[in-house]
């Protein structure tokens, strides 16, 4: 009989033992890297055996798409859905927060096959995240939204592989690459105030025009 026969109990043990095995990814595939960590070891650091792994997950394979999934599902939302600042603040605040890196630029690197379920995930989320950036600067009147969307995401993970290669924070060097940016692809007549309200210049008097 297996844990999920078992009734309520046997459910919150199994619940339990898939939060330890994805537990074990988040502790050892970010120090380790997710090739030279093994079934072995997470199981030992989660508790459980390797029937009881393949109980919750197909393979490794589909524990890495797991393991990715767990971050930012909602793709930076406590920058993105901030109601205190413009759209031209939020799209600089992206820089103010990020990791040593990103855990789907180290995934896509160790992970060859590009049909991976995890470089497949991968993938969708990055592309989330570049429109999450296109839409806000859609907000802000952005001339061409969609590039700038495109030049901050490629900013940010520049900013990512250079701080991990480098051992030493890029990102307070991409913050001001991306304030000229943003400053370039937003004309004077469509600042956004604080409130979110687009600025534009009064109209003149016909009277006054030469």
């Known amino acids: 009989m297996t844990d999920l026969e078992k009734g309520p109990l046997g459910l919150r043990s199994a619940r339990g033992a898939r939060e330890r095995i994805l537990g074990?990814?988040?502790?050892?595939?970010?120090?380790?890297?997710?090739?030279?960590?093994?079934?072995?070891?997470?199981?030992?650091?989660?508790?459980?055996?390797?029937?009881?792994?393949?109980q919750h997950f197909s393979?490794?394979?589909?524990?890495?798409?797991?393991?990715?999934?767990?971050?930012?599902?909602?793709?930076?939302?406590?920058v993105f859905d901030r109601t205190d600042l413009s759209p031209r603040e939020r799209l600089l605040a992206v820089f103010?927060?990020?990791?040593?890196?990103?855990?789907?630029?180290g995934a896509s690197v160790e992970l060859q096959d590009p049909g991976h379920p995890?470089?497949?995930?991968?993938?969708?989320?990055?592309?989330?995240?570049?429109?999450?950036?296109?839409?806000?600067?859609?907000?802000?009147?952005?001339?061409?939204?969609?590039?700038?969307?495109?030049?901050?995401?490629?900013?940010?993970?520049?900013?990512?592989?250079?701080?991990r290669v480098l051992d030493a924070d890029a990102f307070a060097t991409a913050a001001v690459i991306a304030a000229v940016l943003v400053e370039h692809a937003i004309p004077n007549q469509q600042r956004v105030s604080d409130q979110g309200r687009t600025e534009r210049p009064p109209k003149q008097d016909a009277s006054l025009q030469l």
Do not use: M, W
């Not at 120090?31 to 029937?51: E, F, H, M, P, W």
């Open 118 to 163: 995890a470089r497949l995930f991968a993938r969708d989320y990055k592309q989330a995240f570049a429109g999450r950036l296109s839409d806000t600067a859609r907000e802000a009147g952005a001339d061409d939204p969609d590039q700038l969307g495109e030049q901050l995401a490629l900013l940010l993970d520049g900013a990512s592989a250079r701080s």
């Open 24 to 54: 074990a990814t988040q502790q050892l595939f970010p120090d380790k890297g997710i090739n030279s960590t093994g079934v072995d070891q997470l199981c030992a650091v989660a508790g459980v055996s390797k029937r009881t792994l393949y």
């Open 59 to 78: 393979g490794k394979d589909e524990l890495i798409a797991e393991y990715l999934r767990r971050f930012d599902p909602d793709v930076l939302p406590e």
């Open 96 to 105: 103010d927060i990020h990791s040593p890196l990103c855990p789907f630029i």
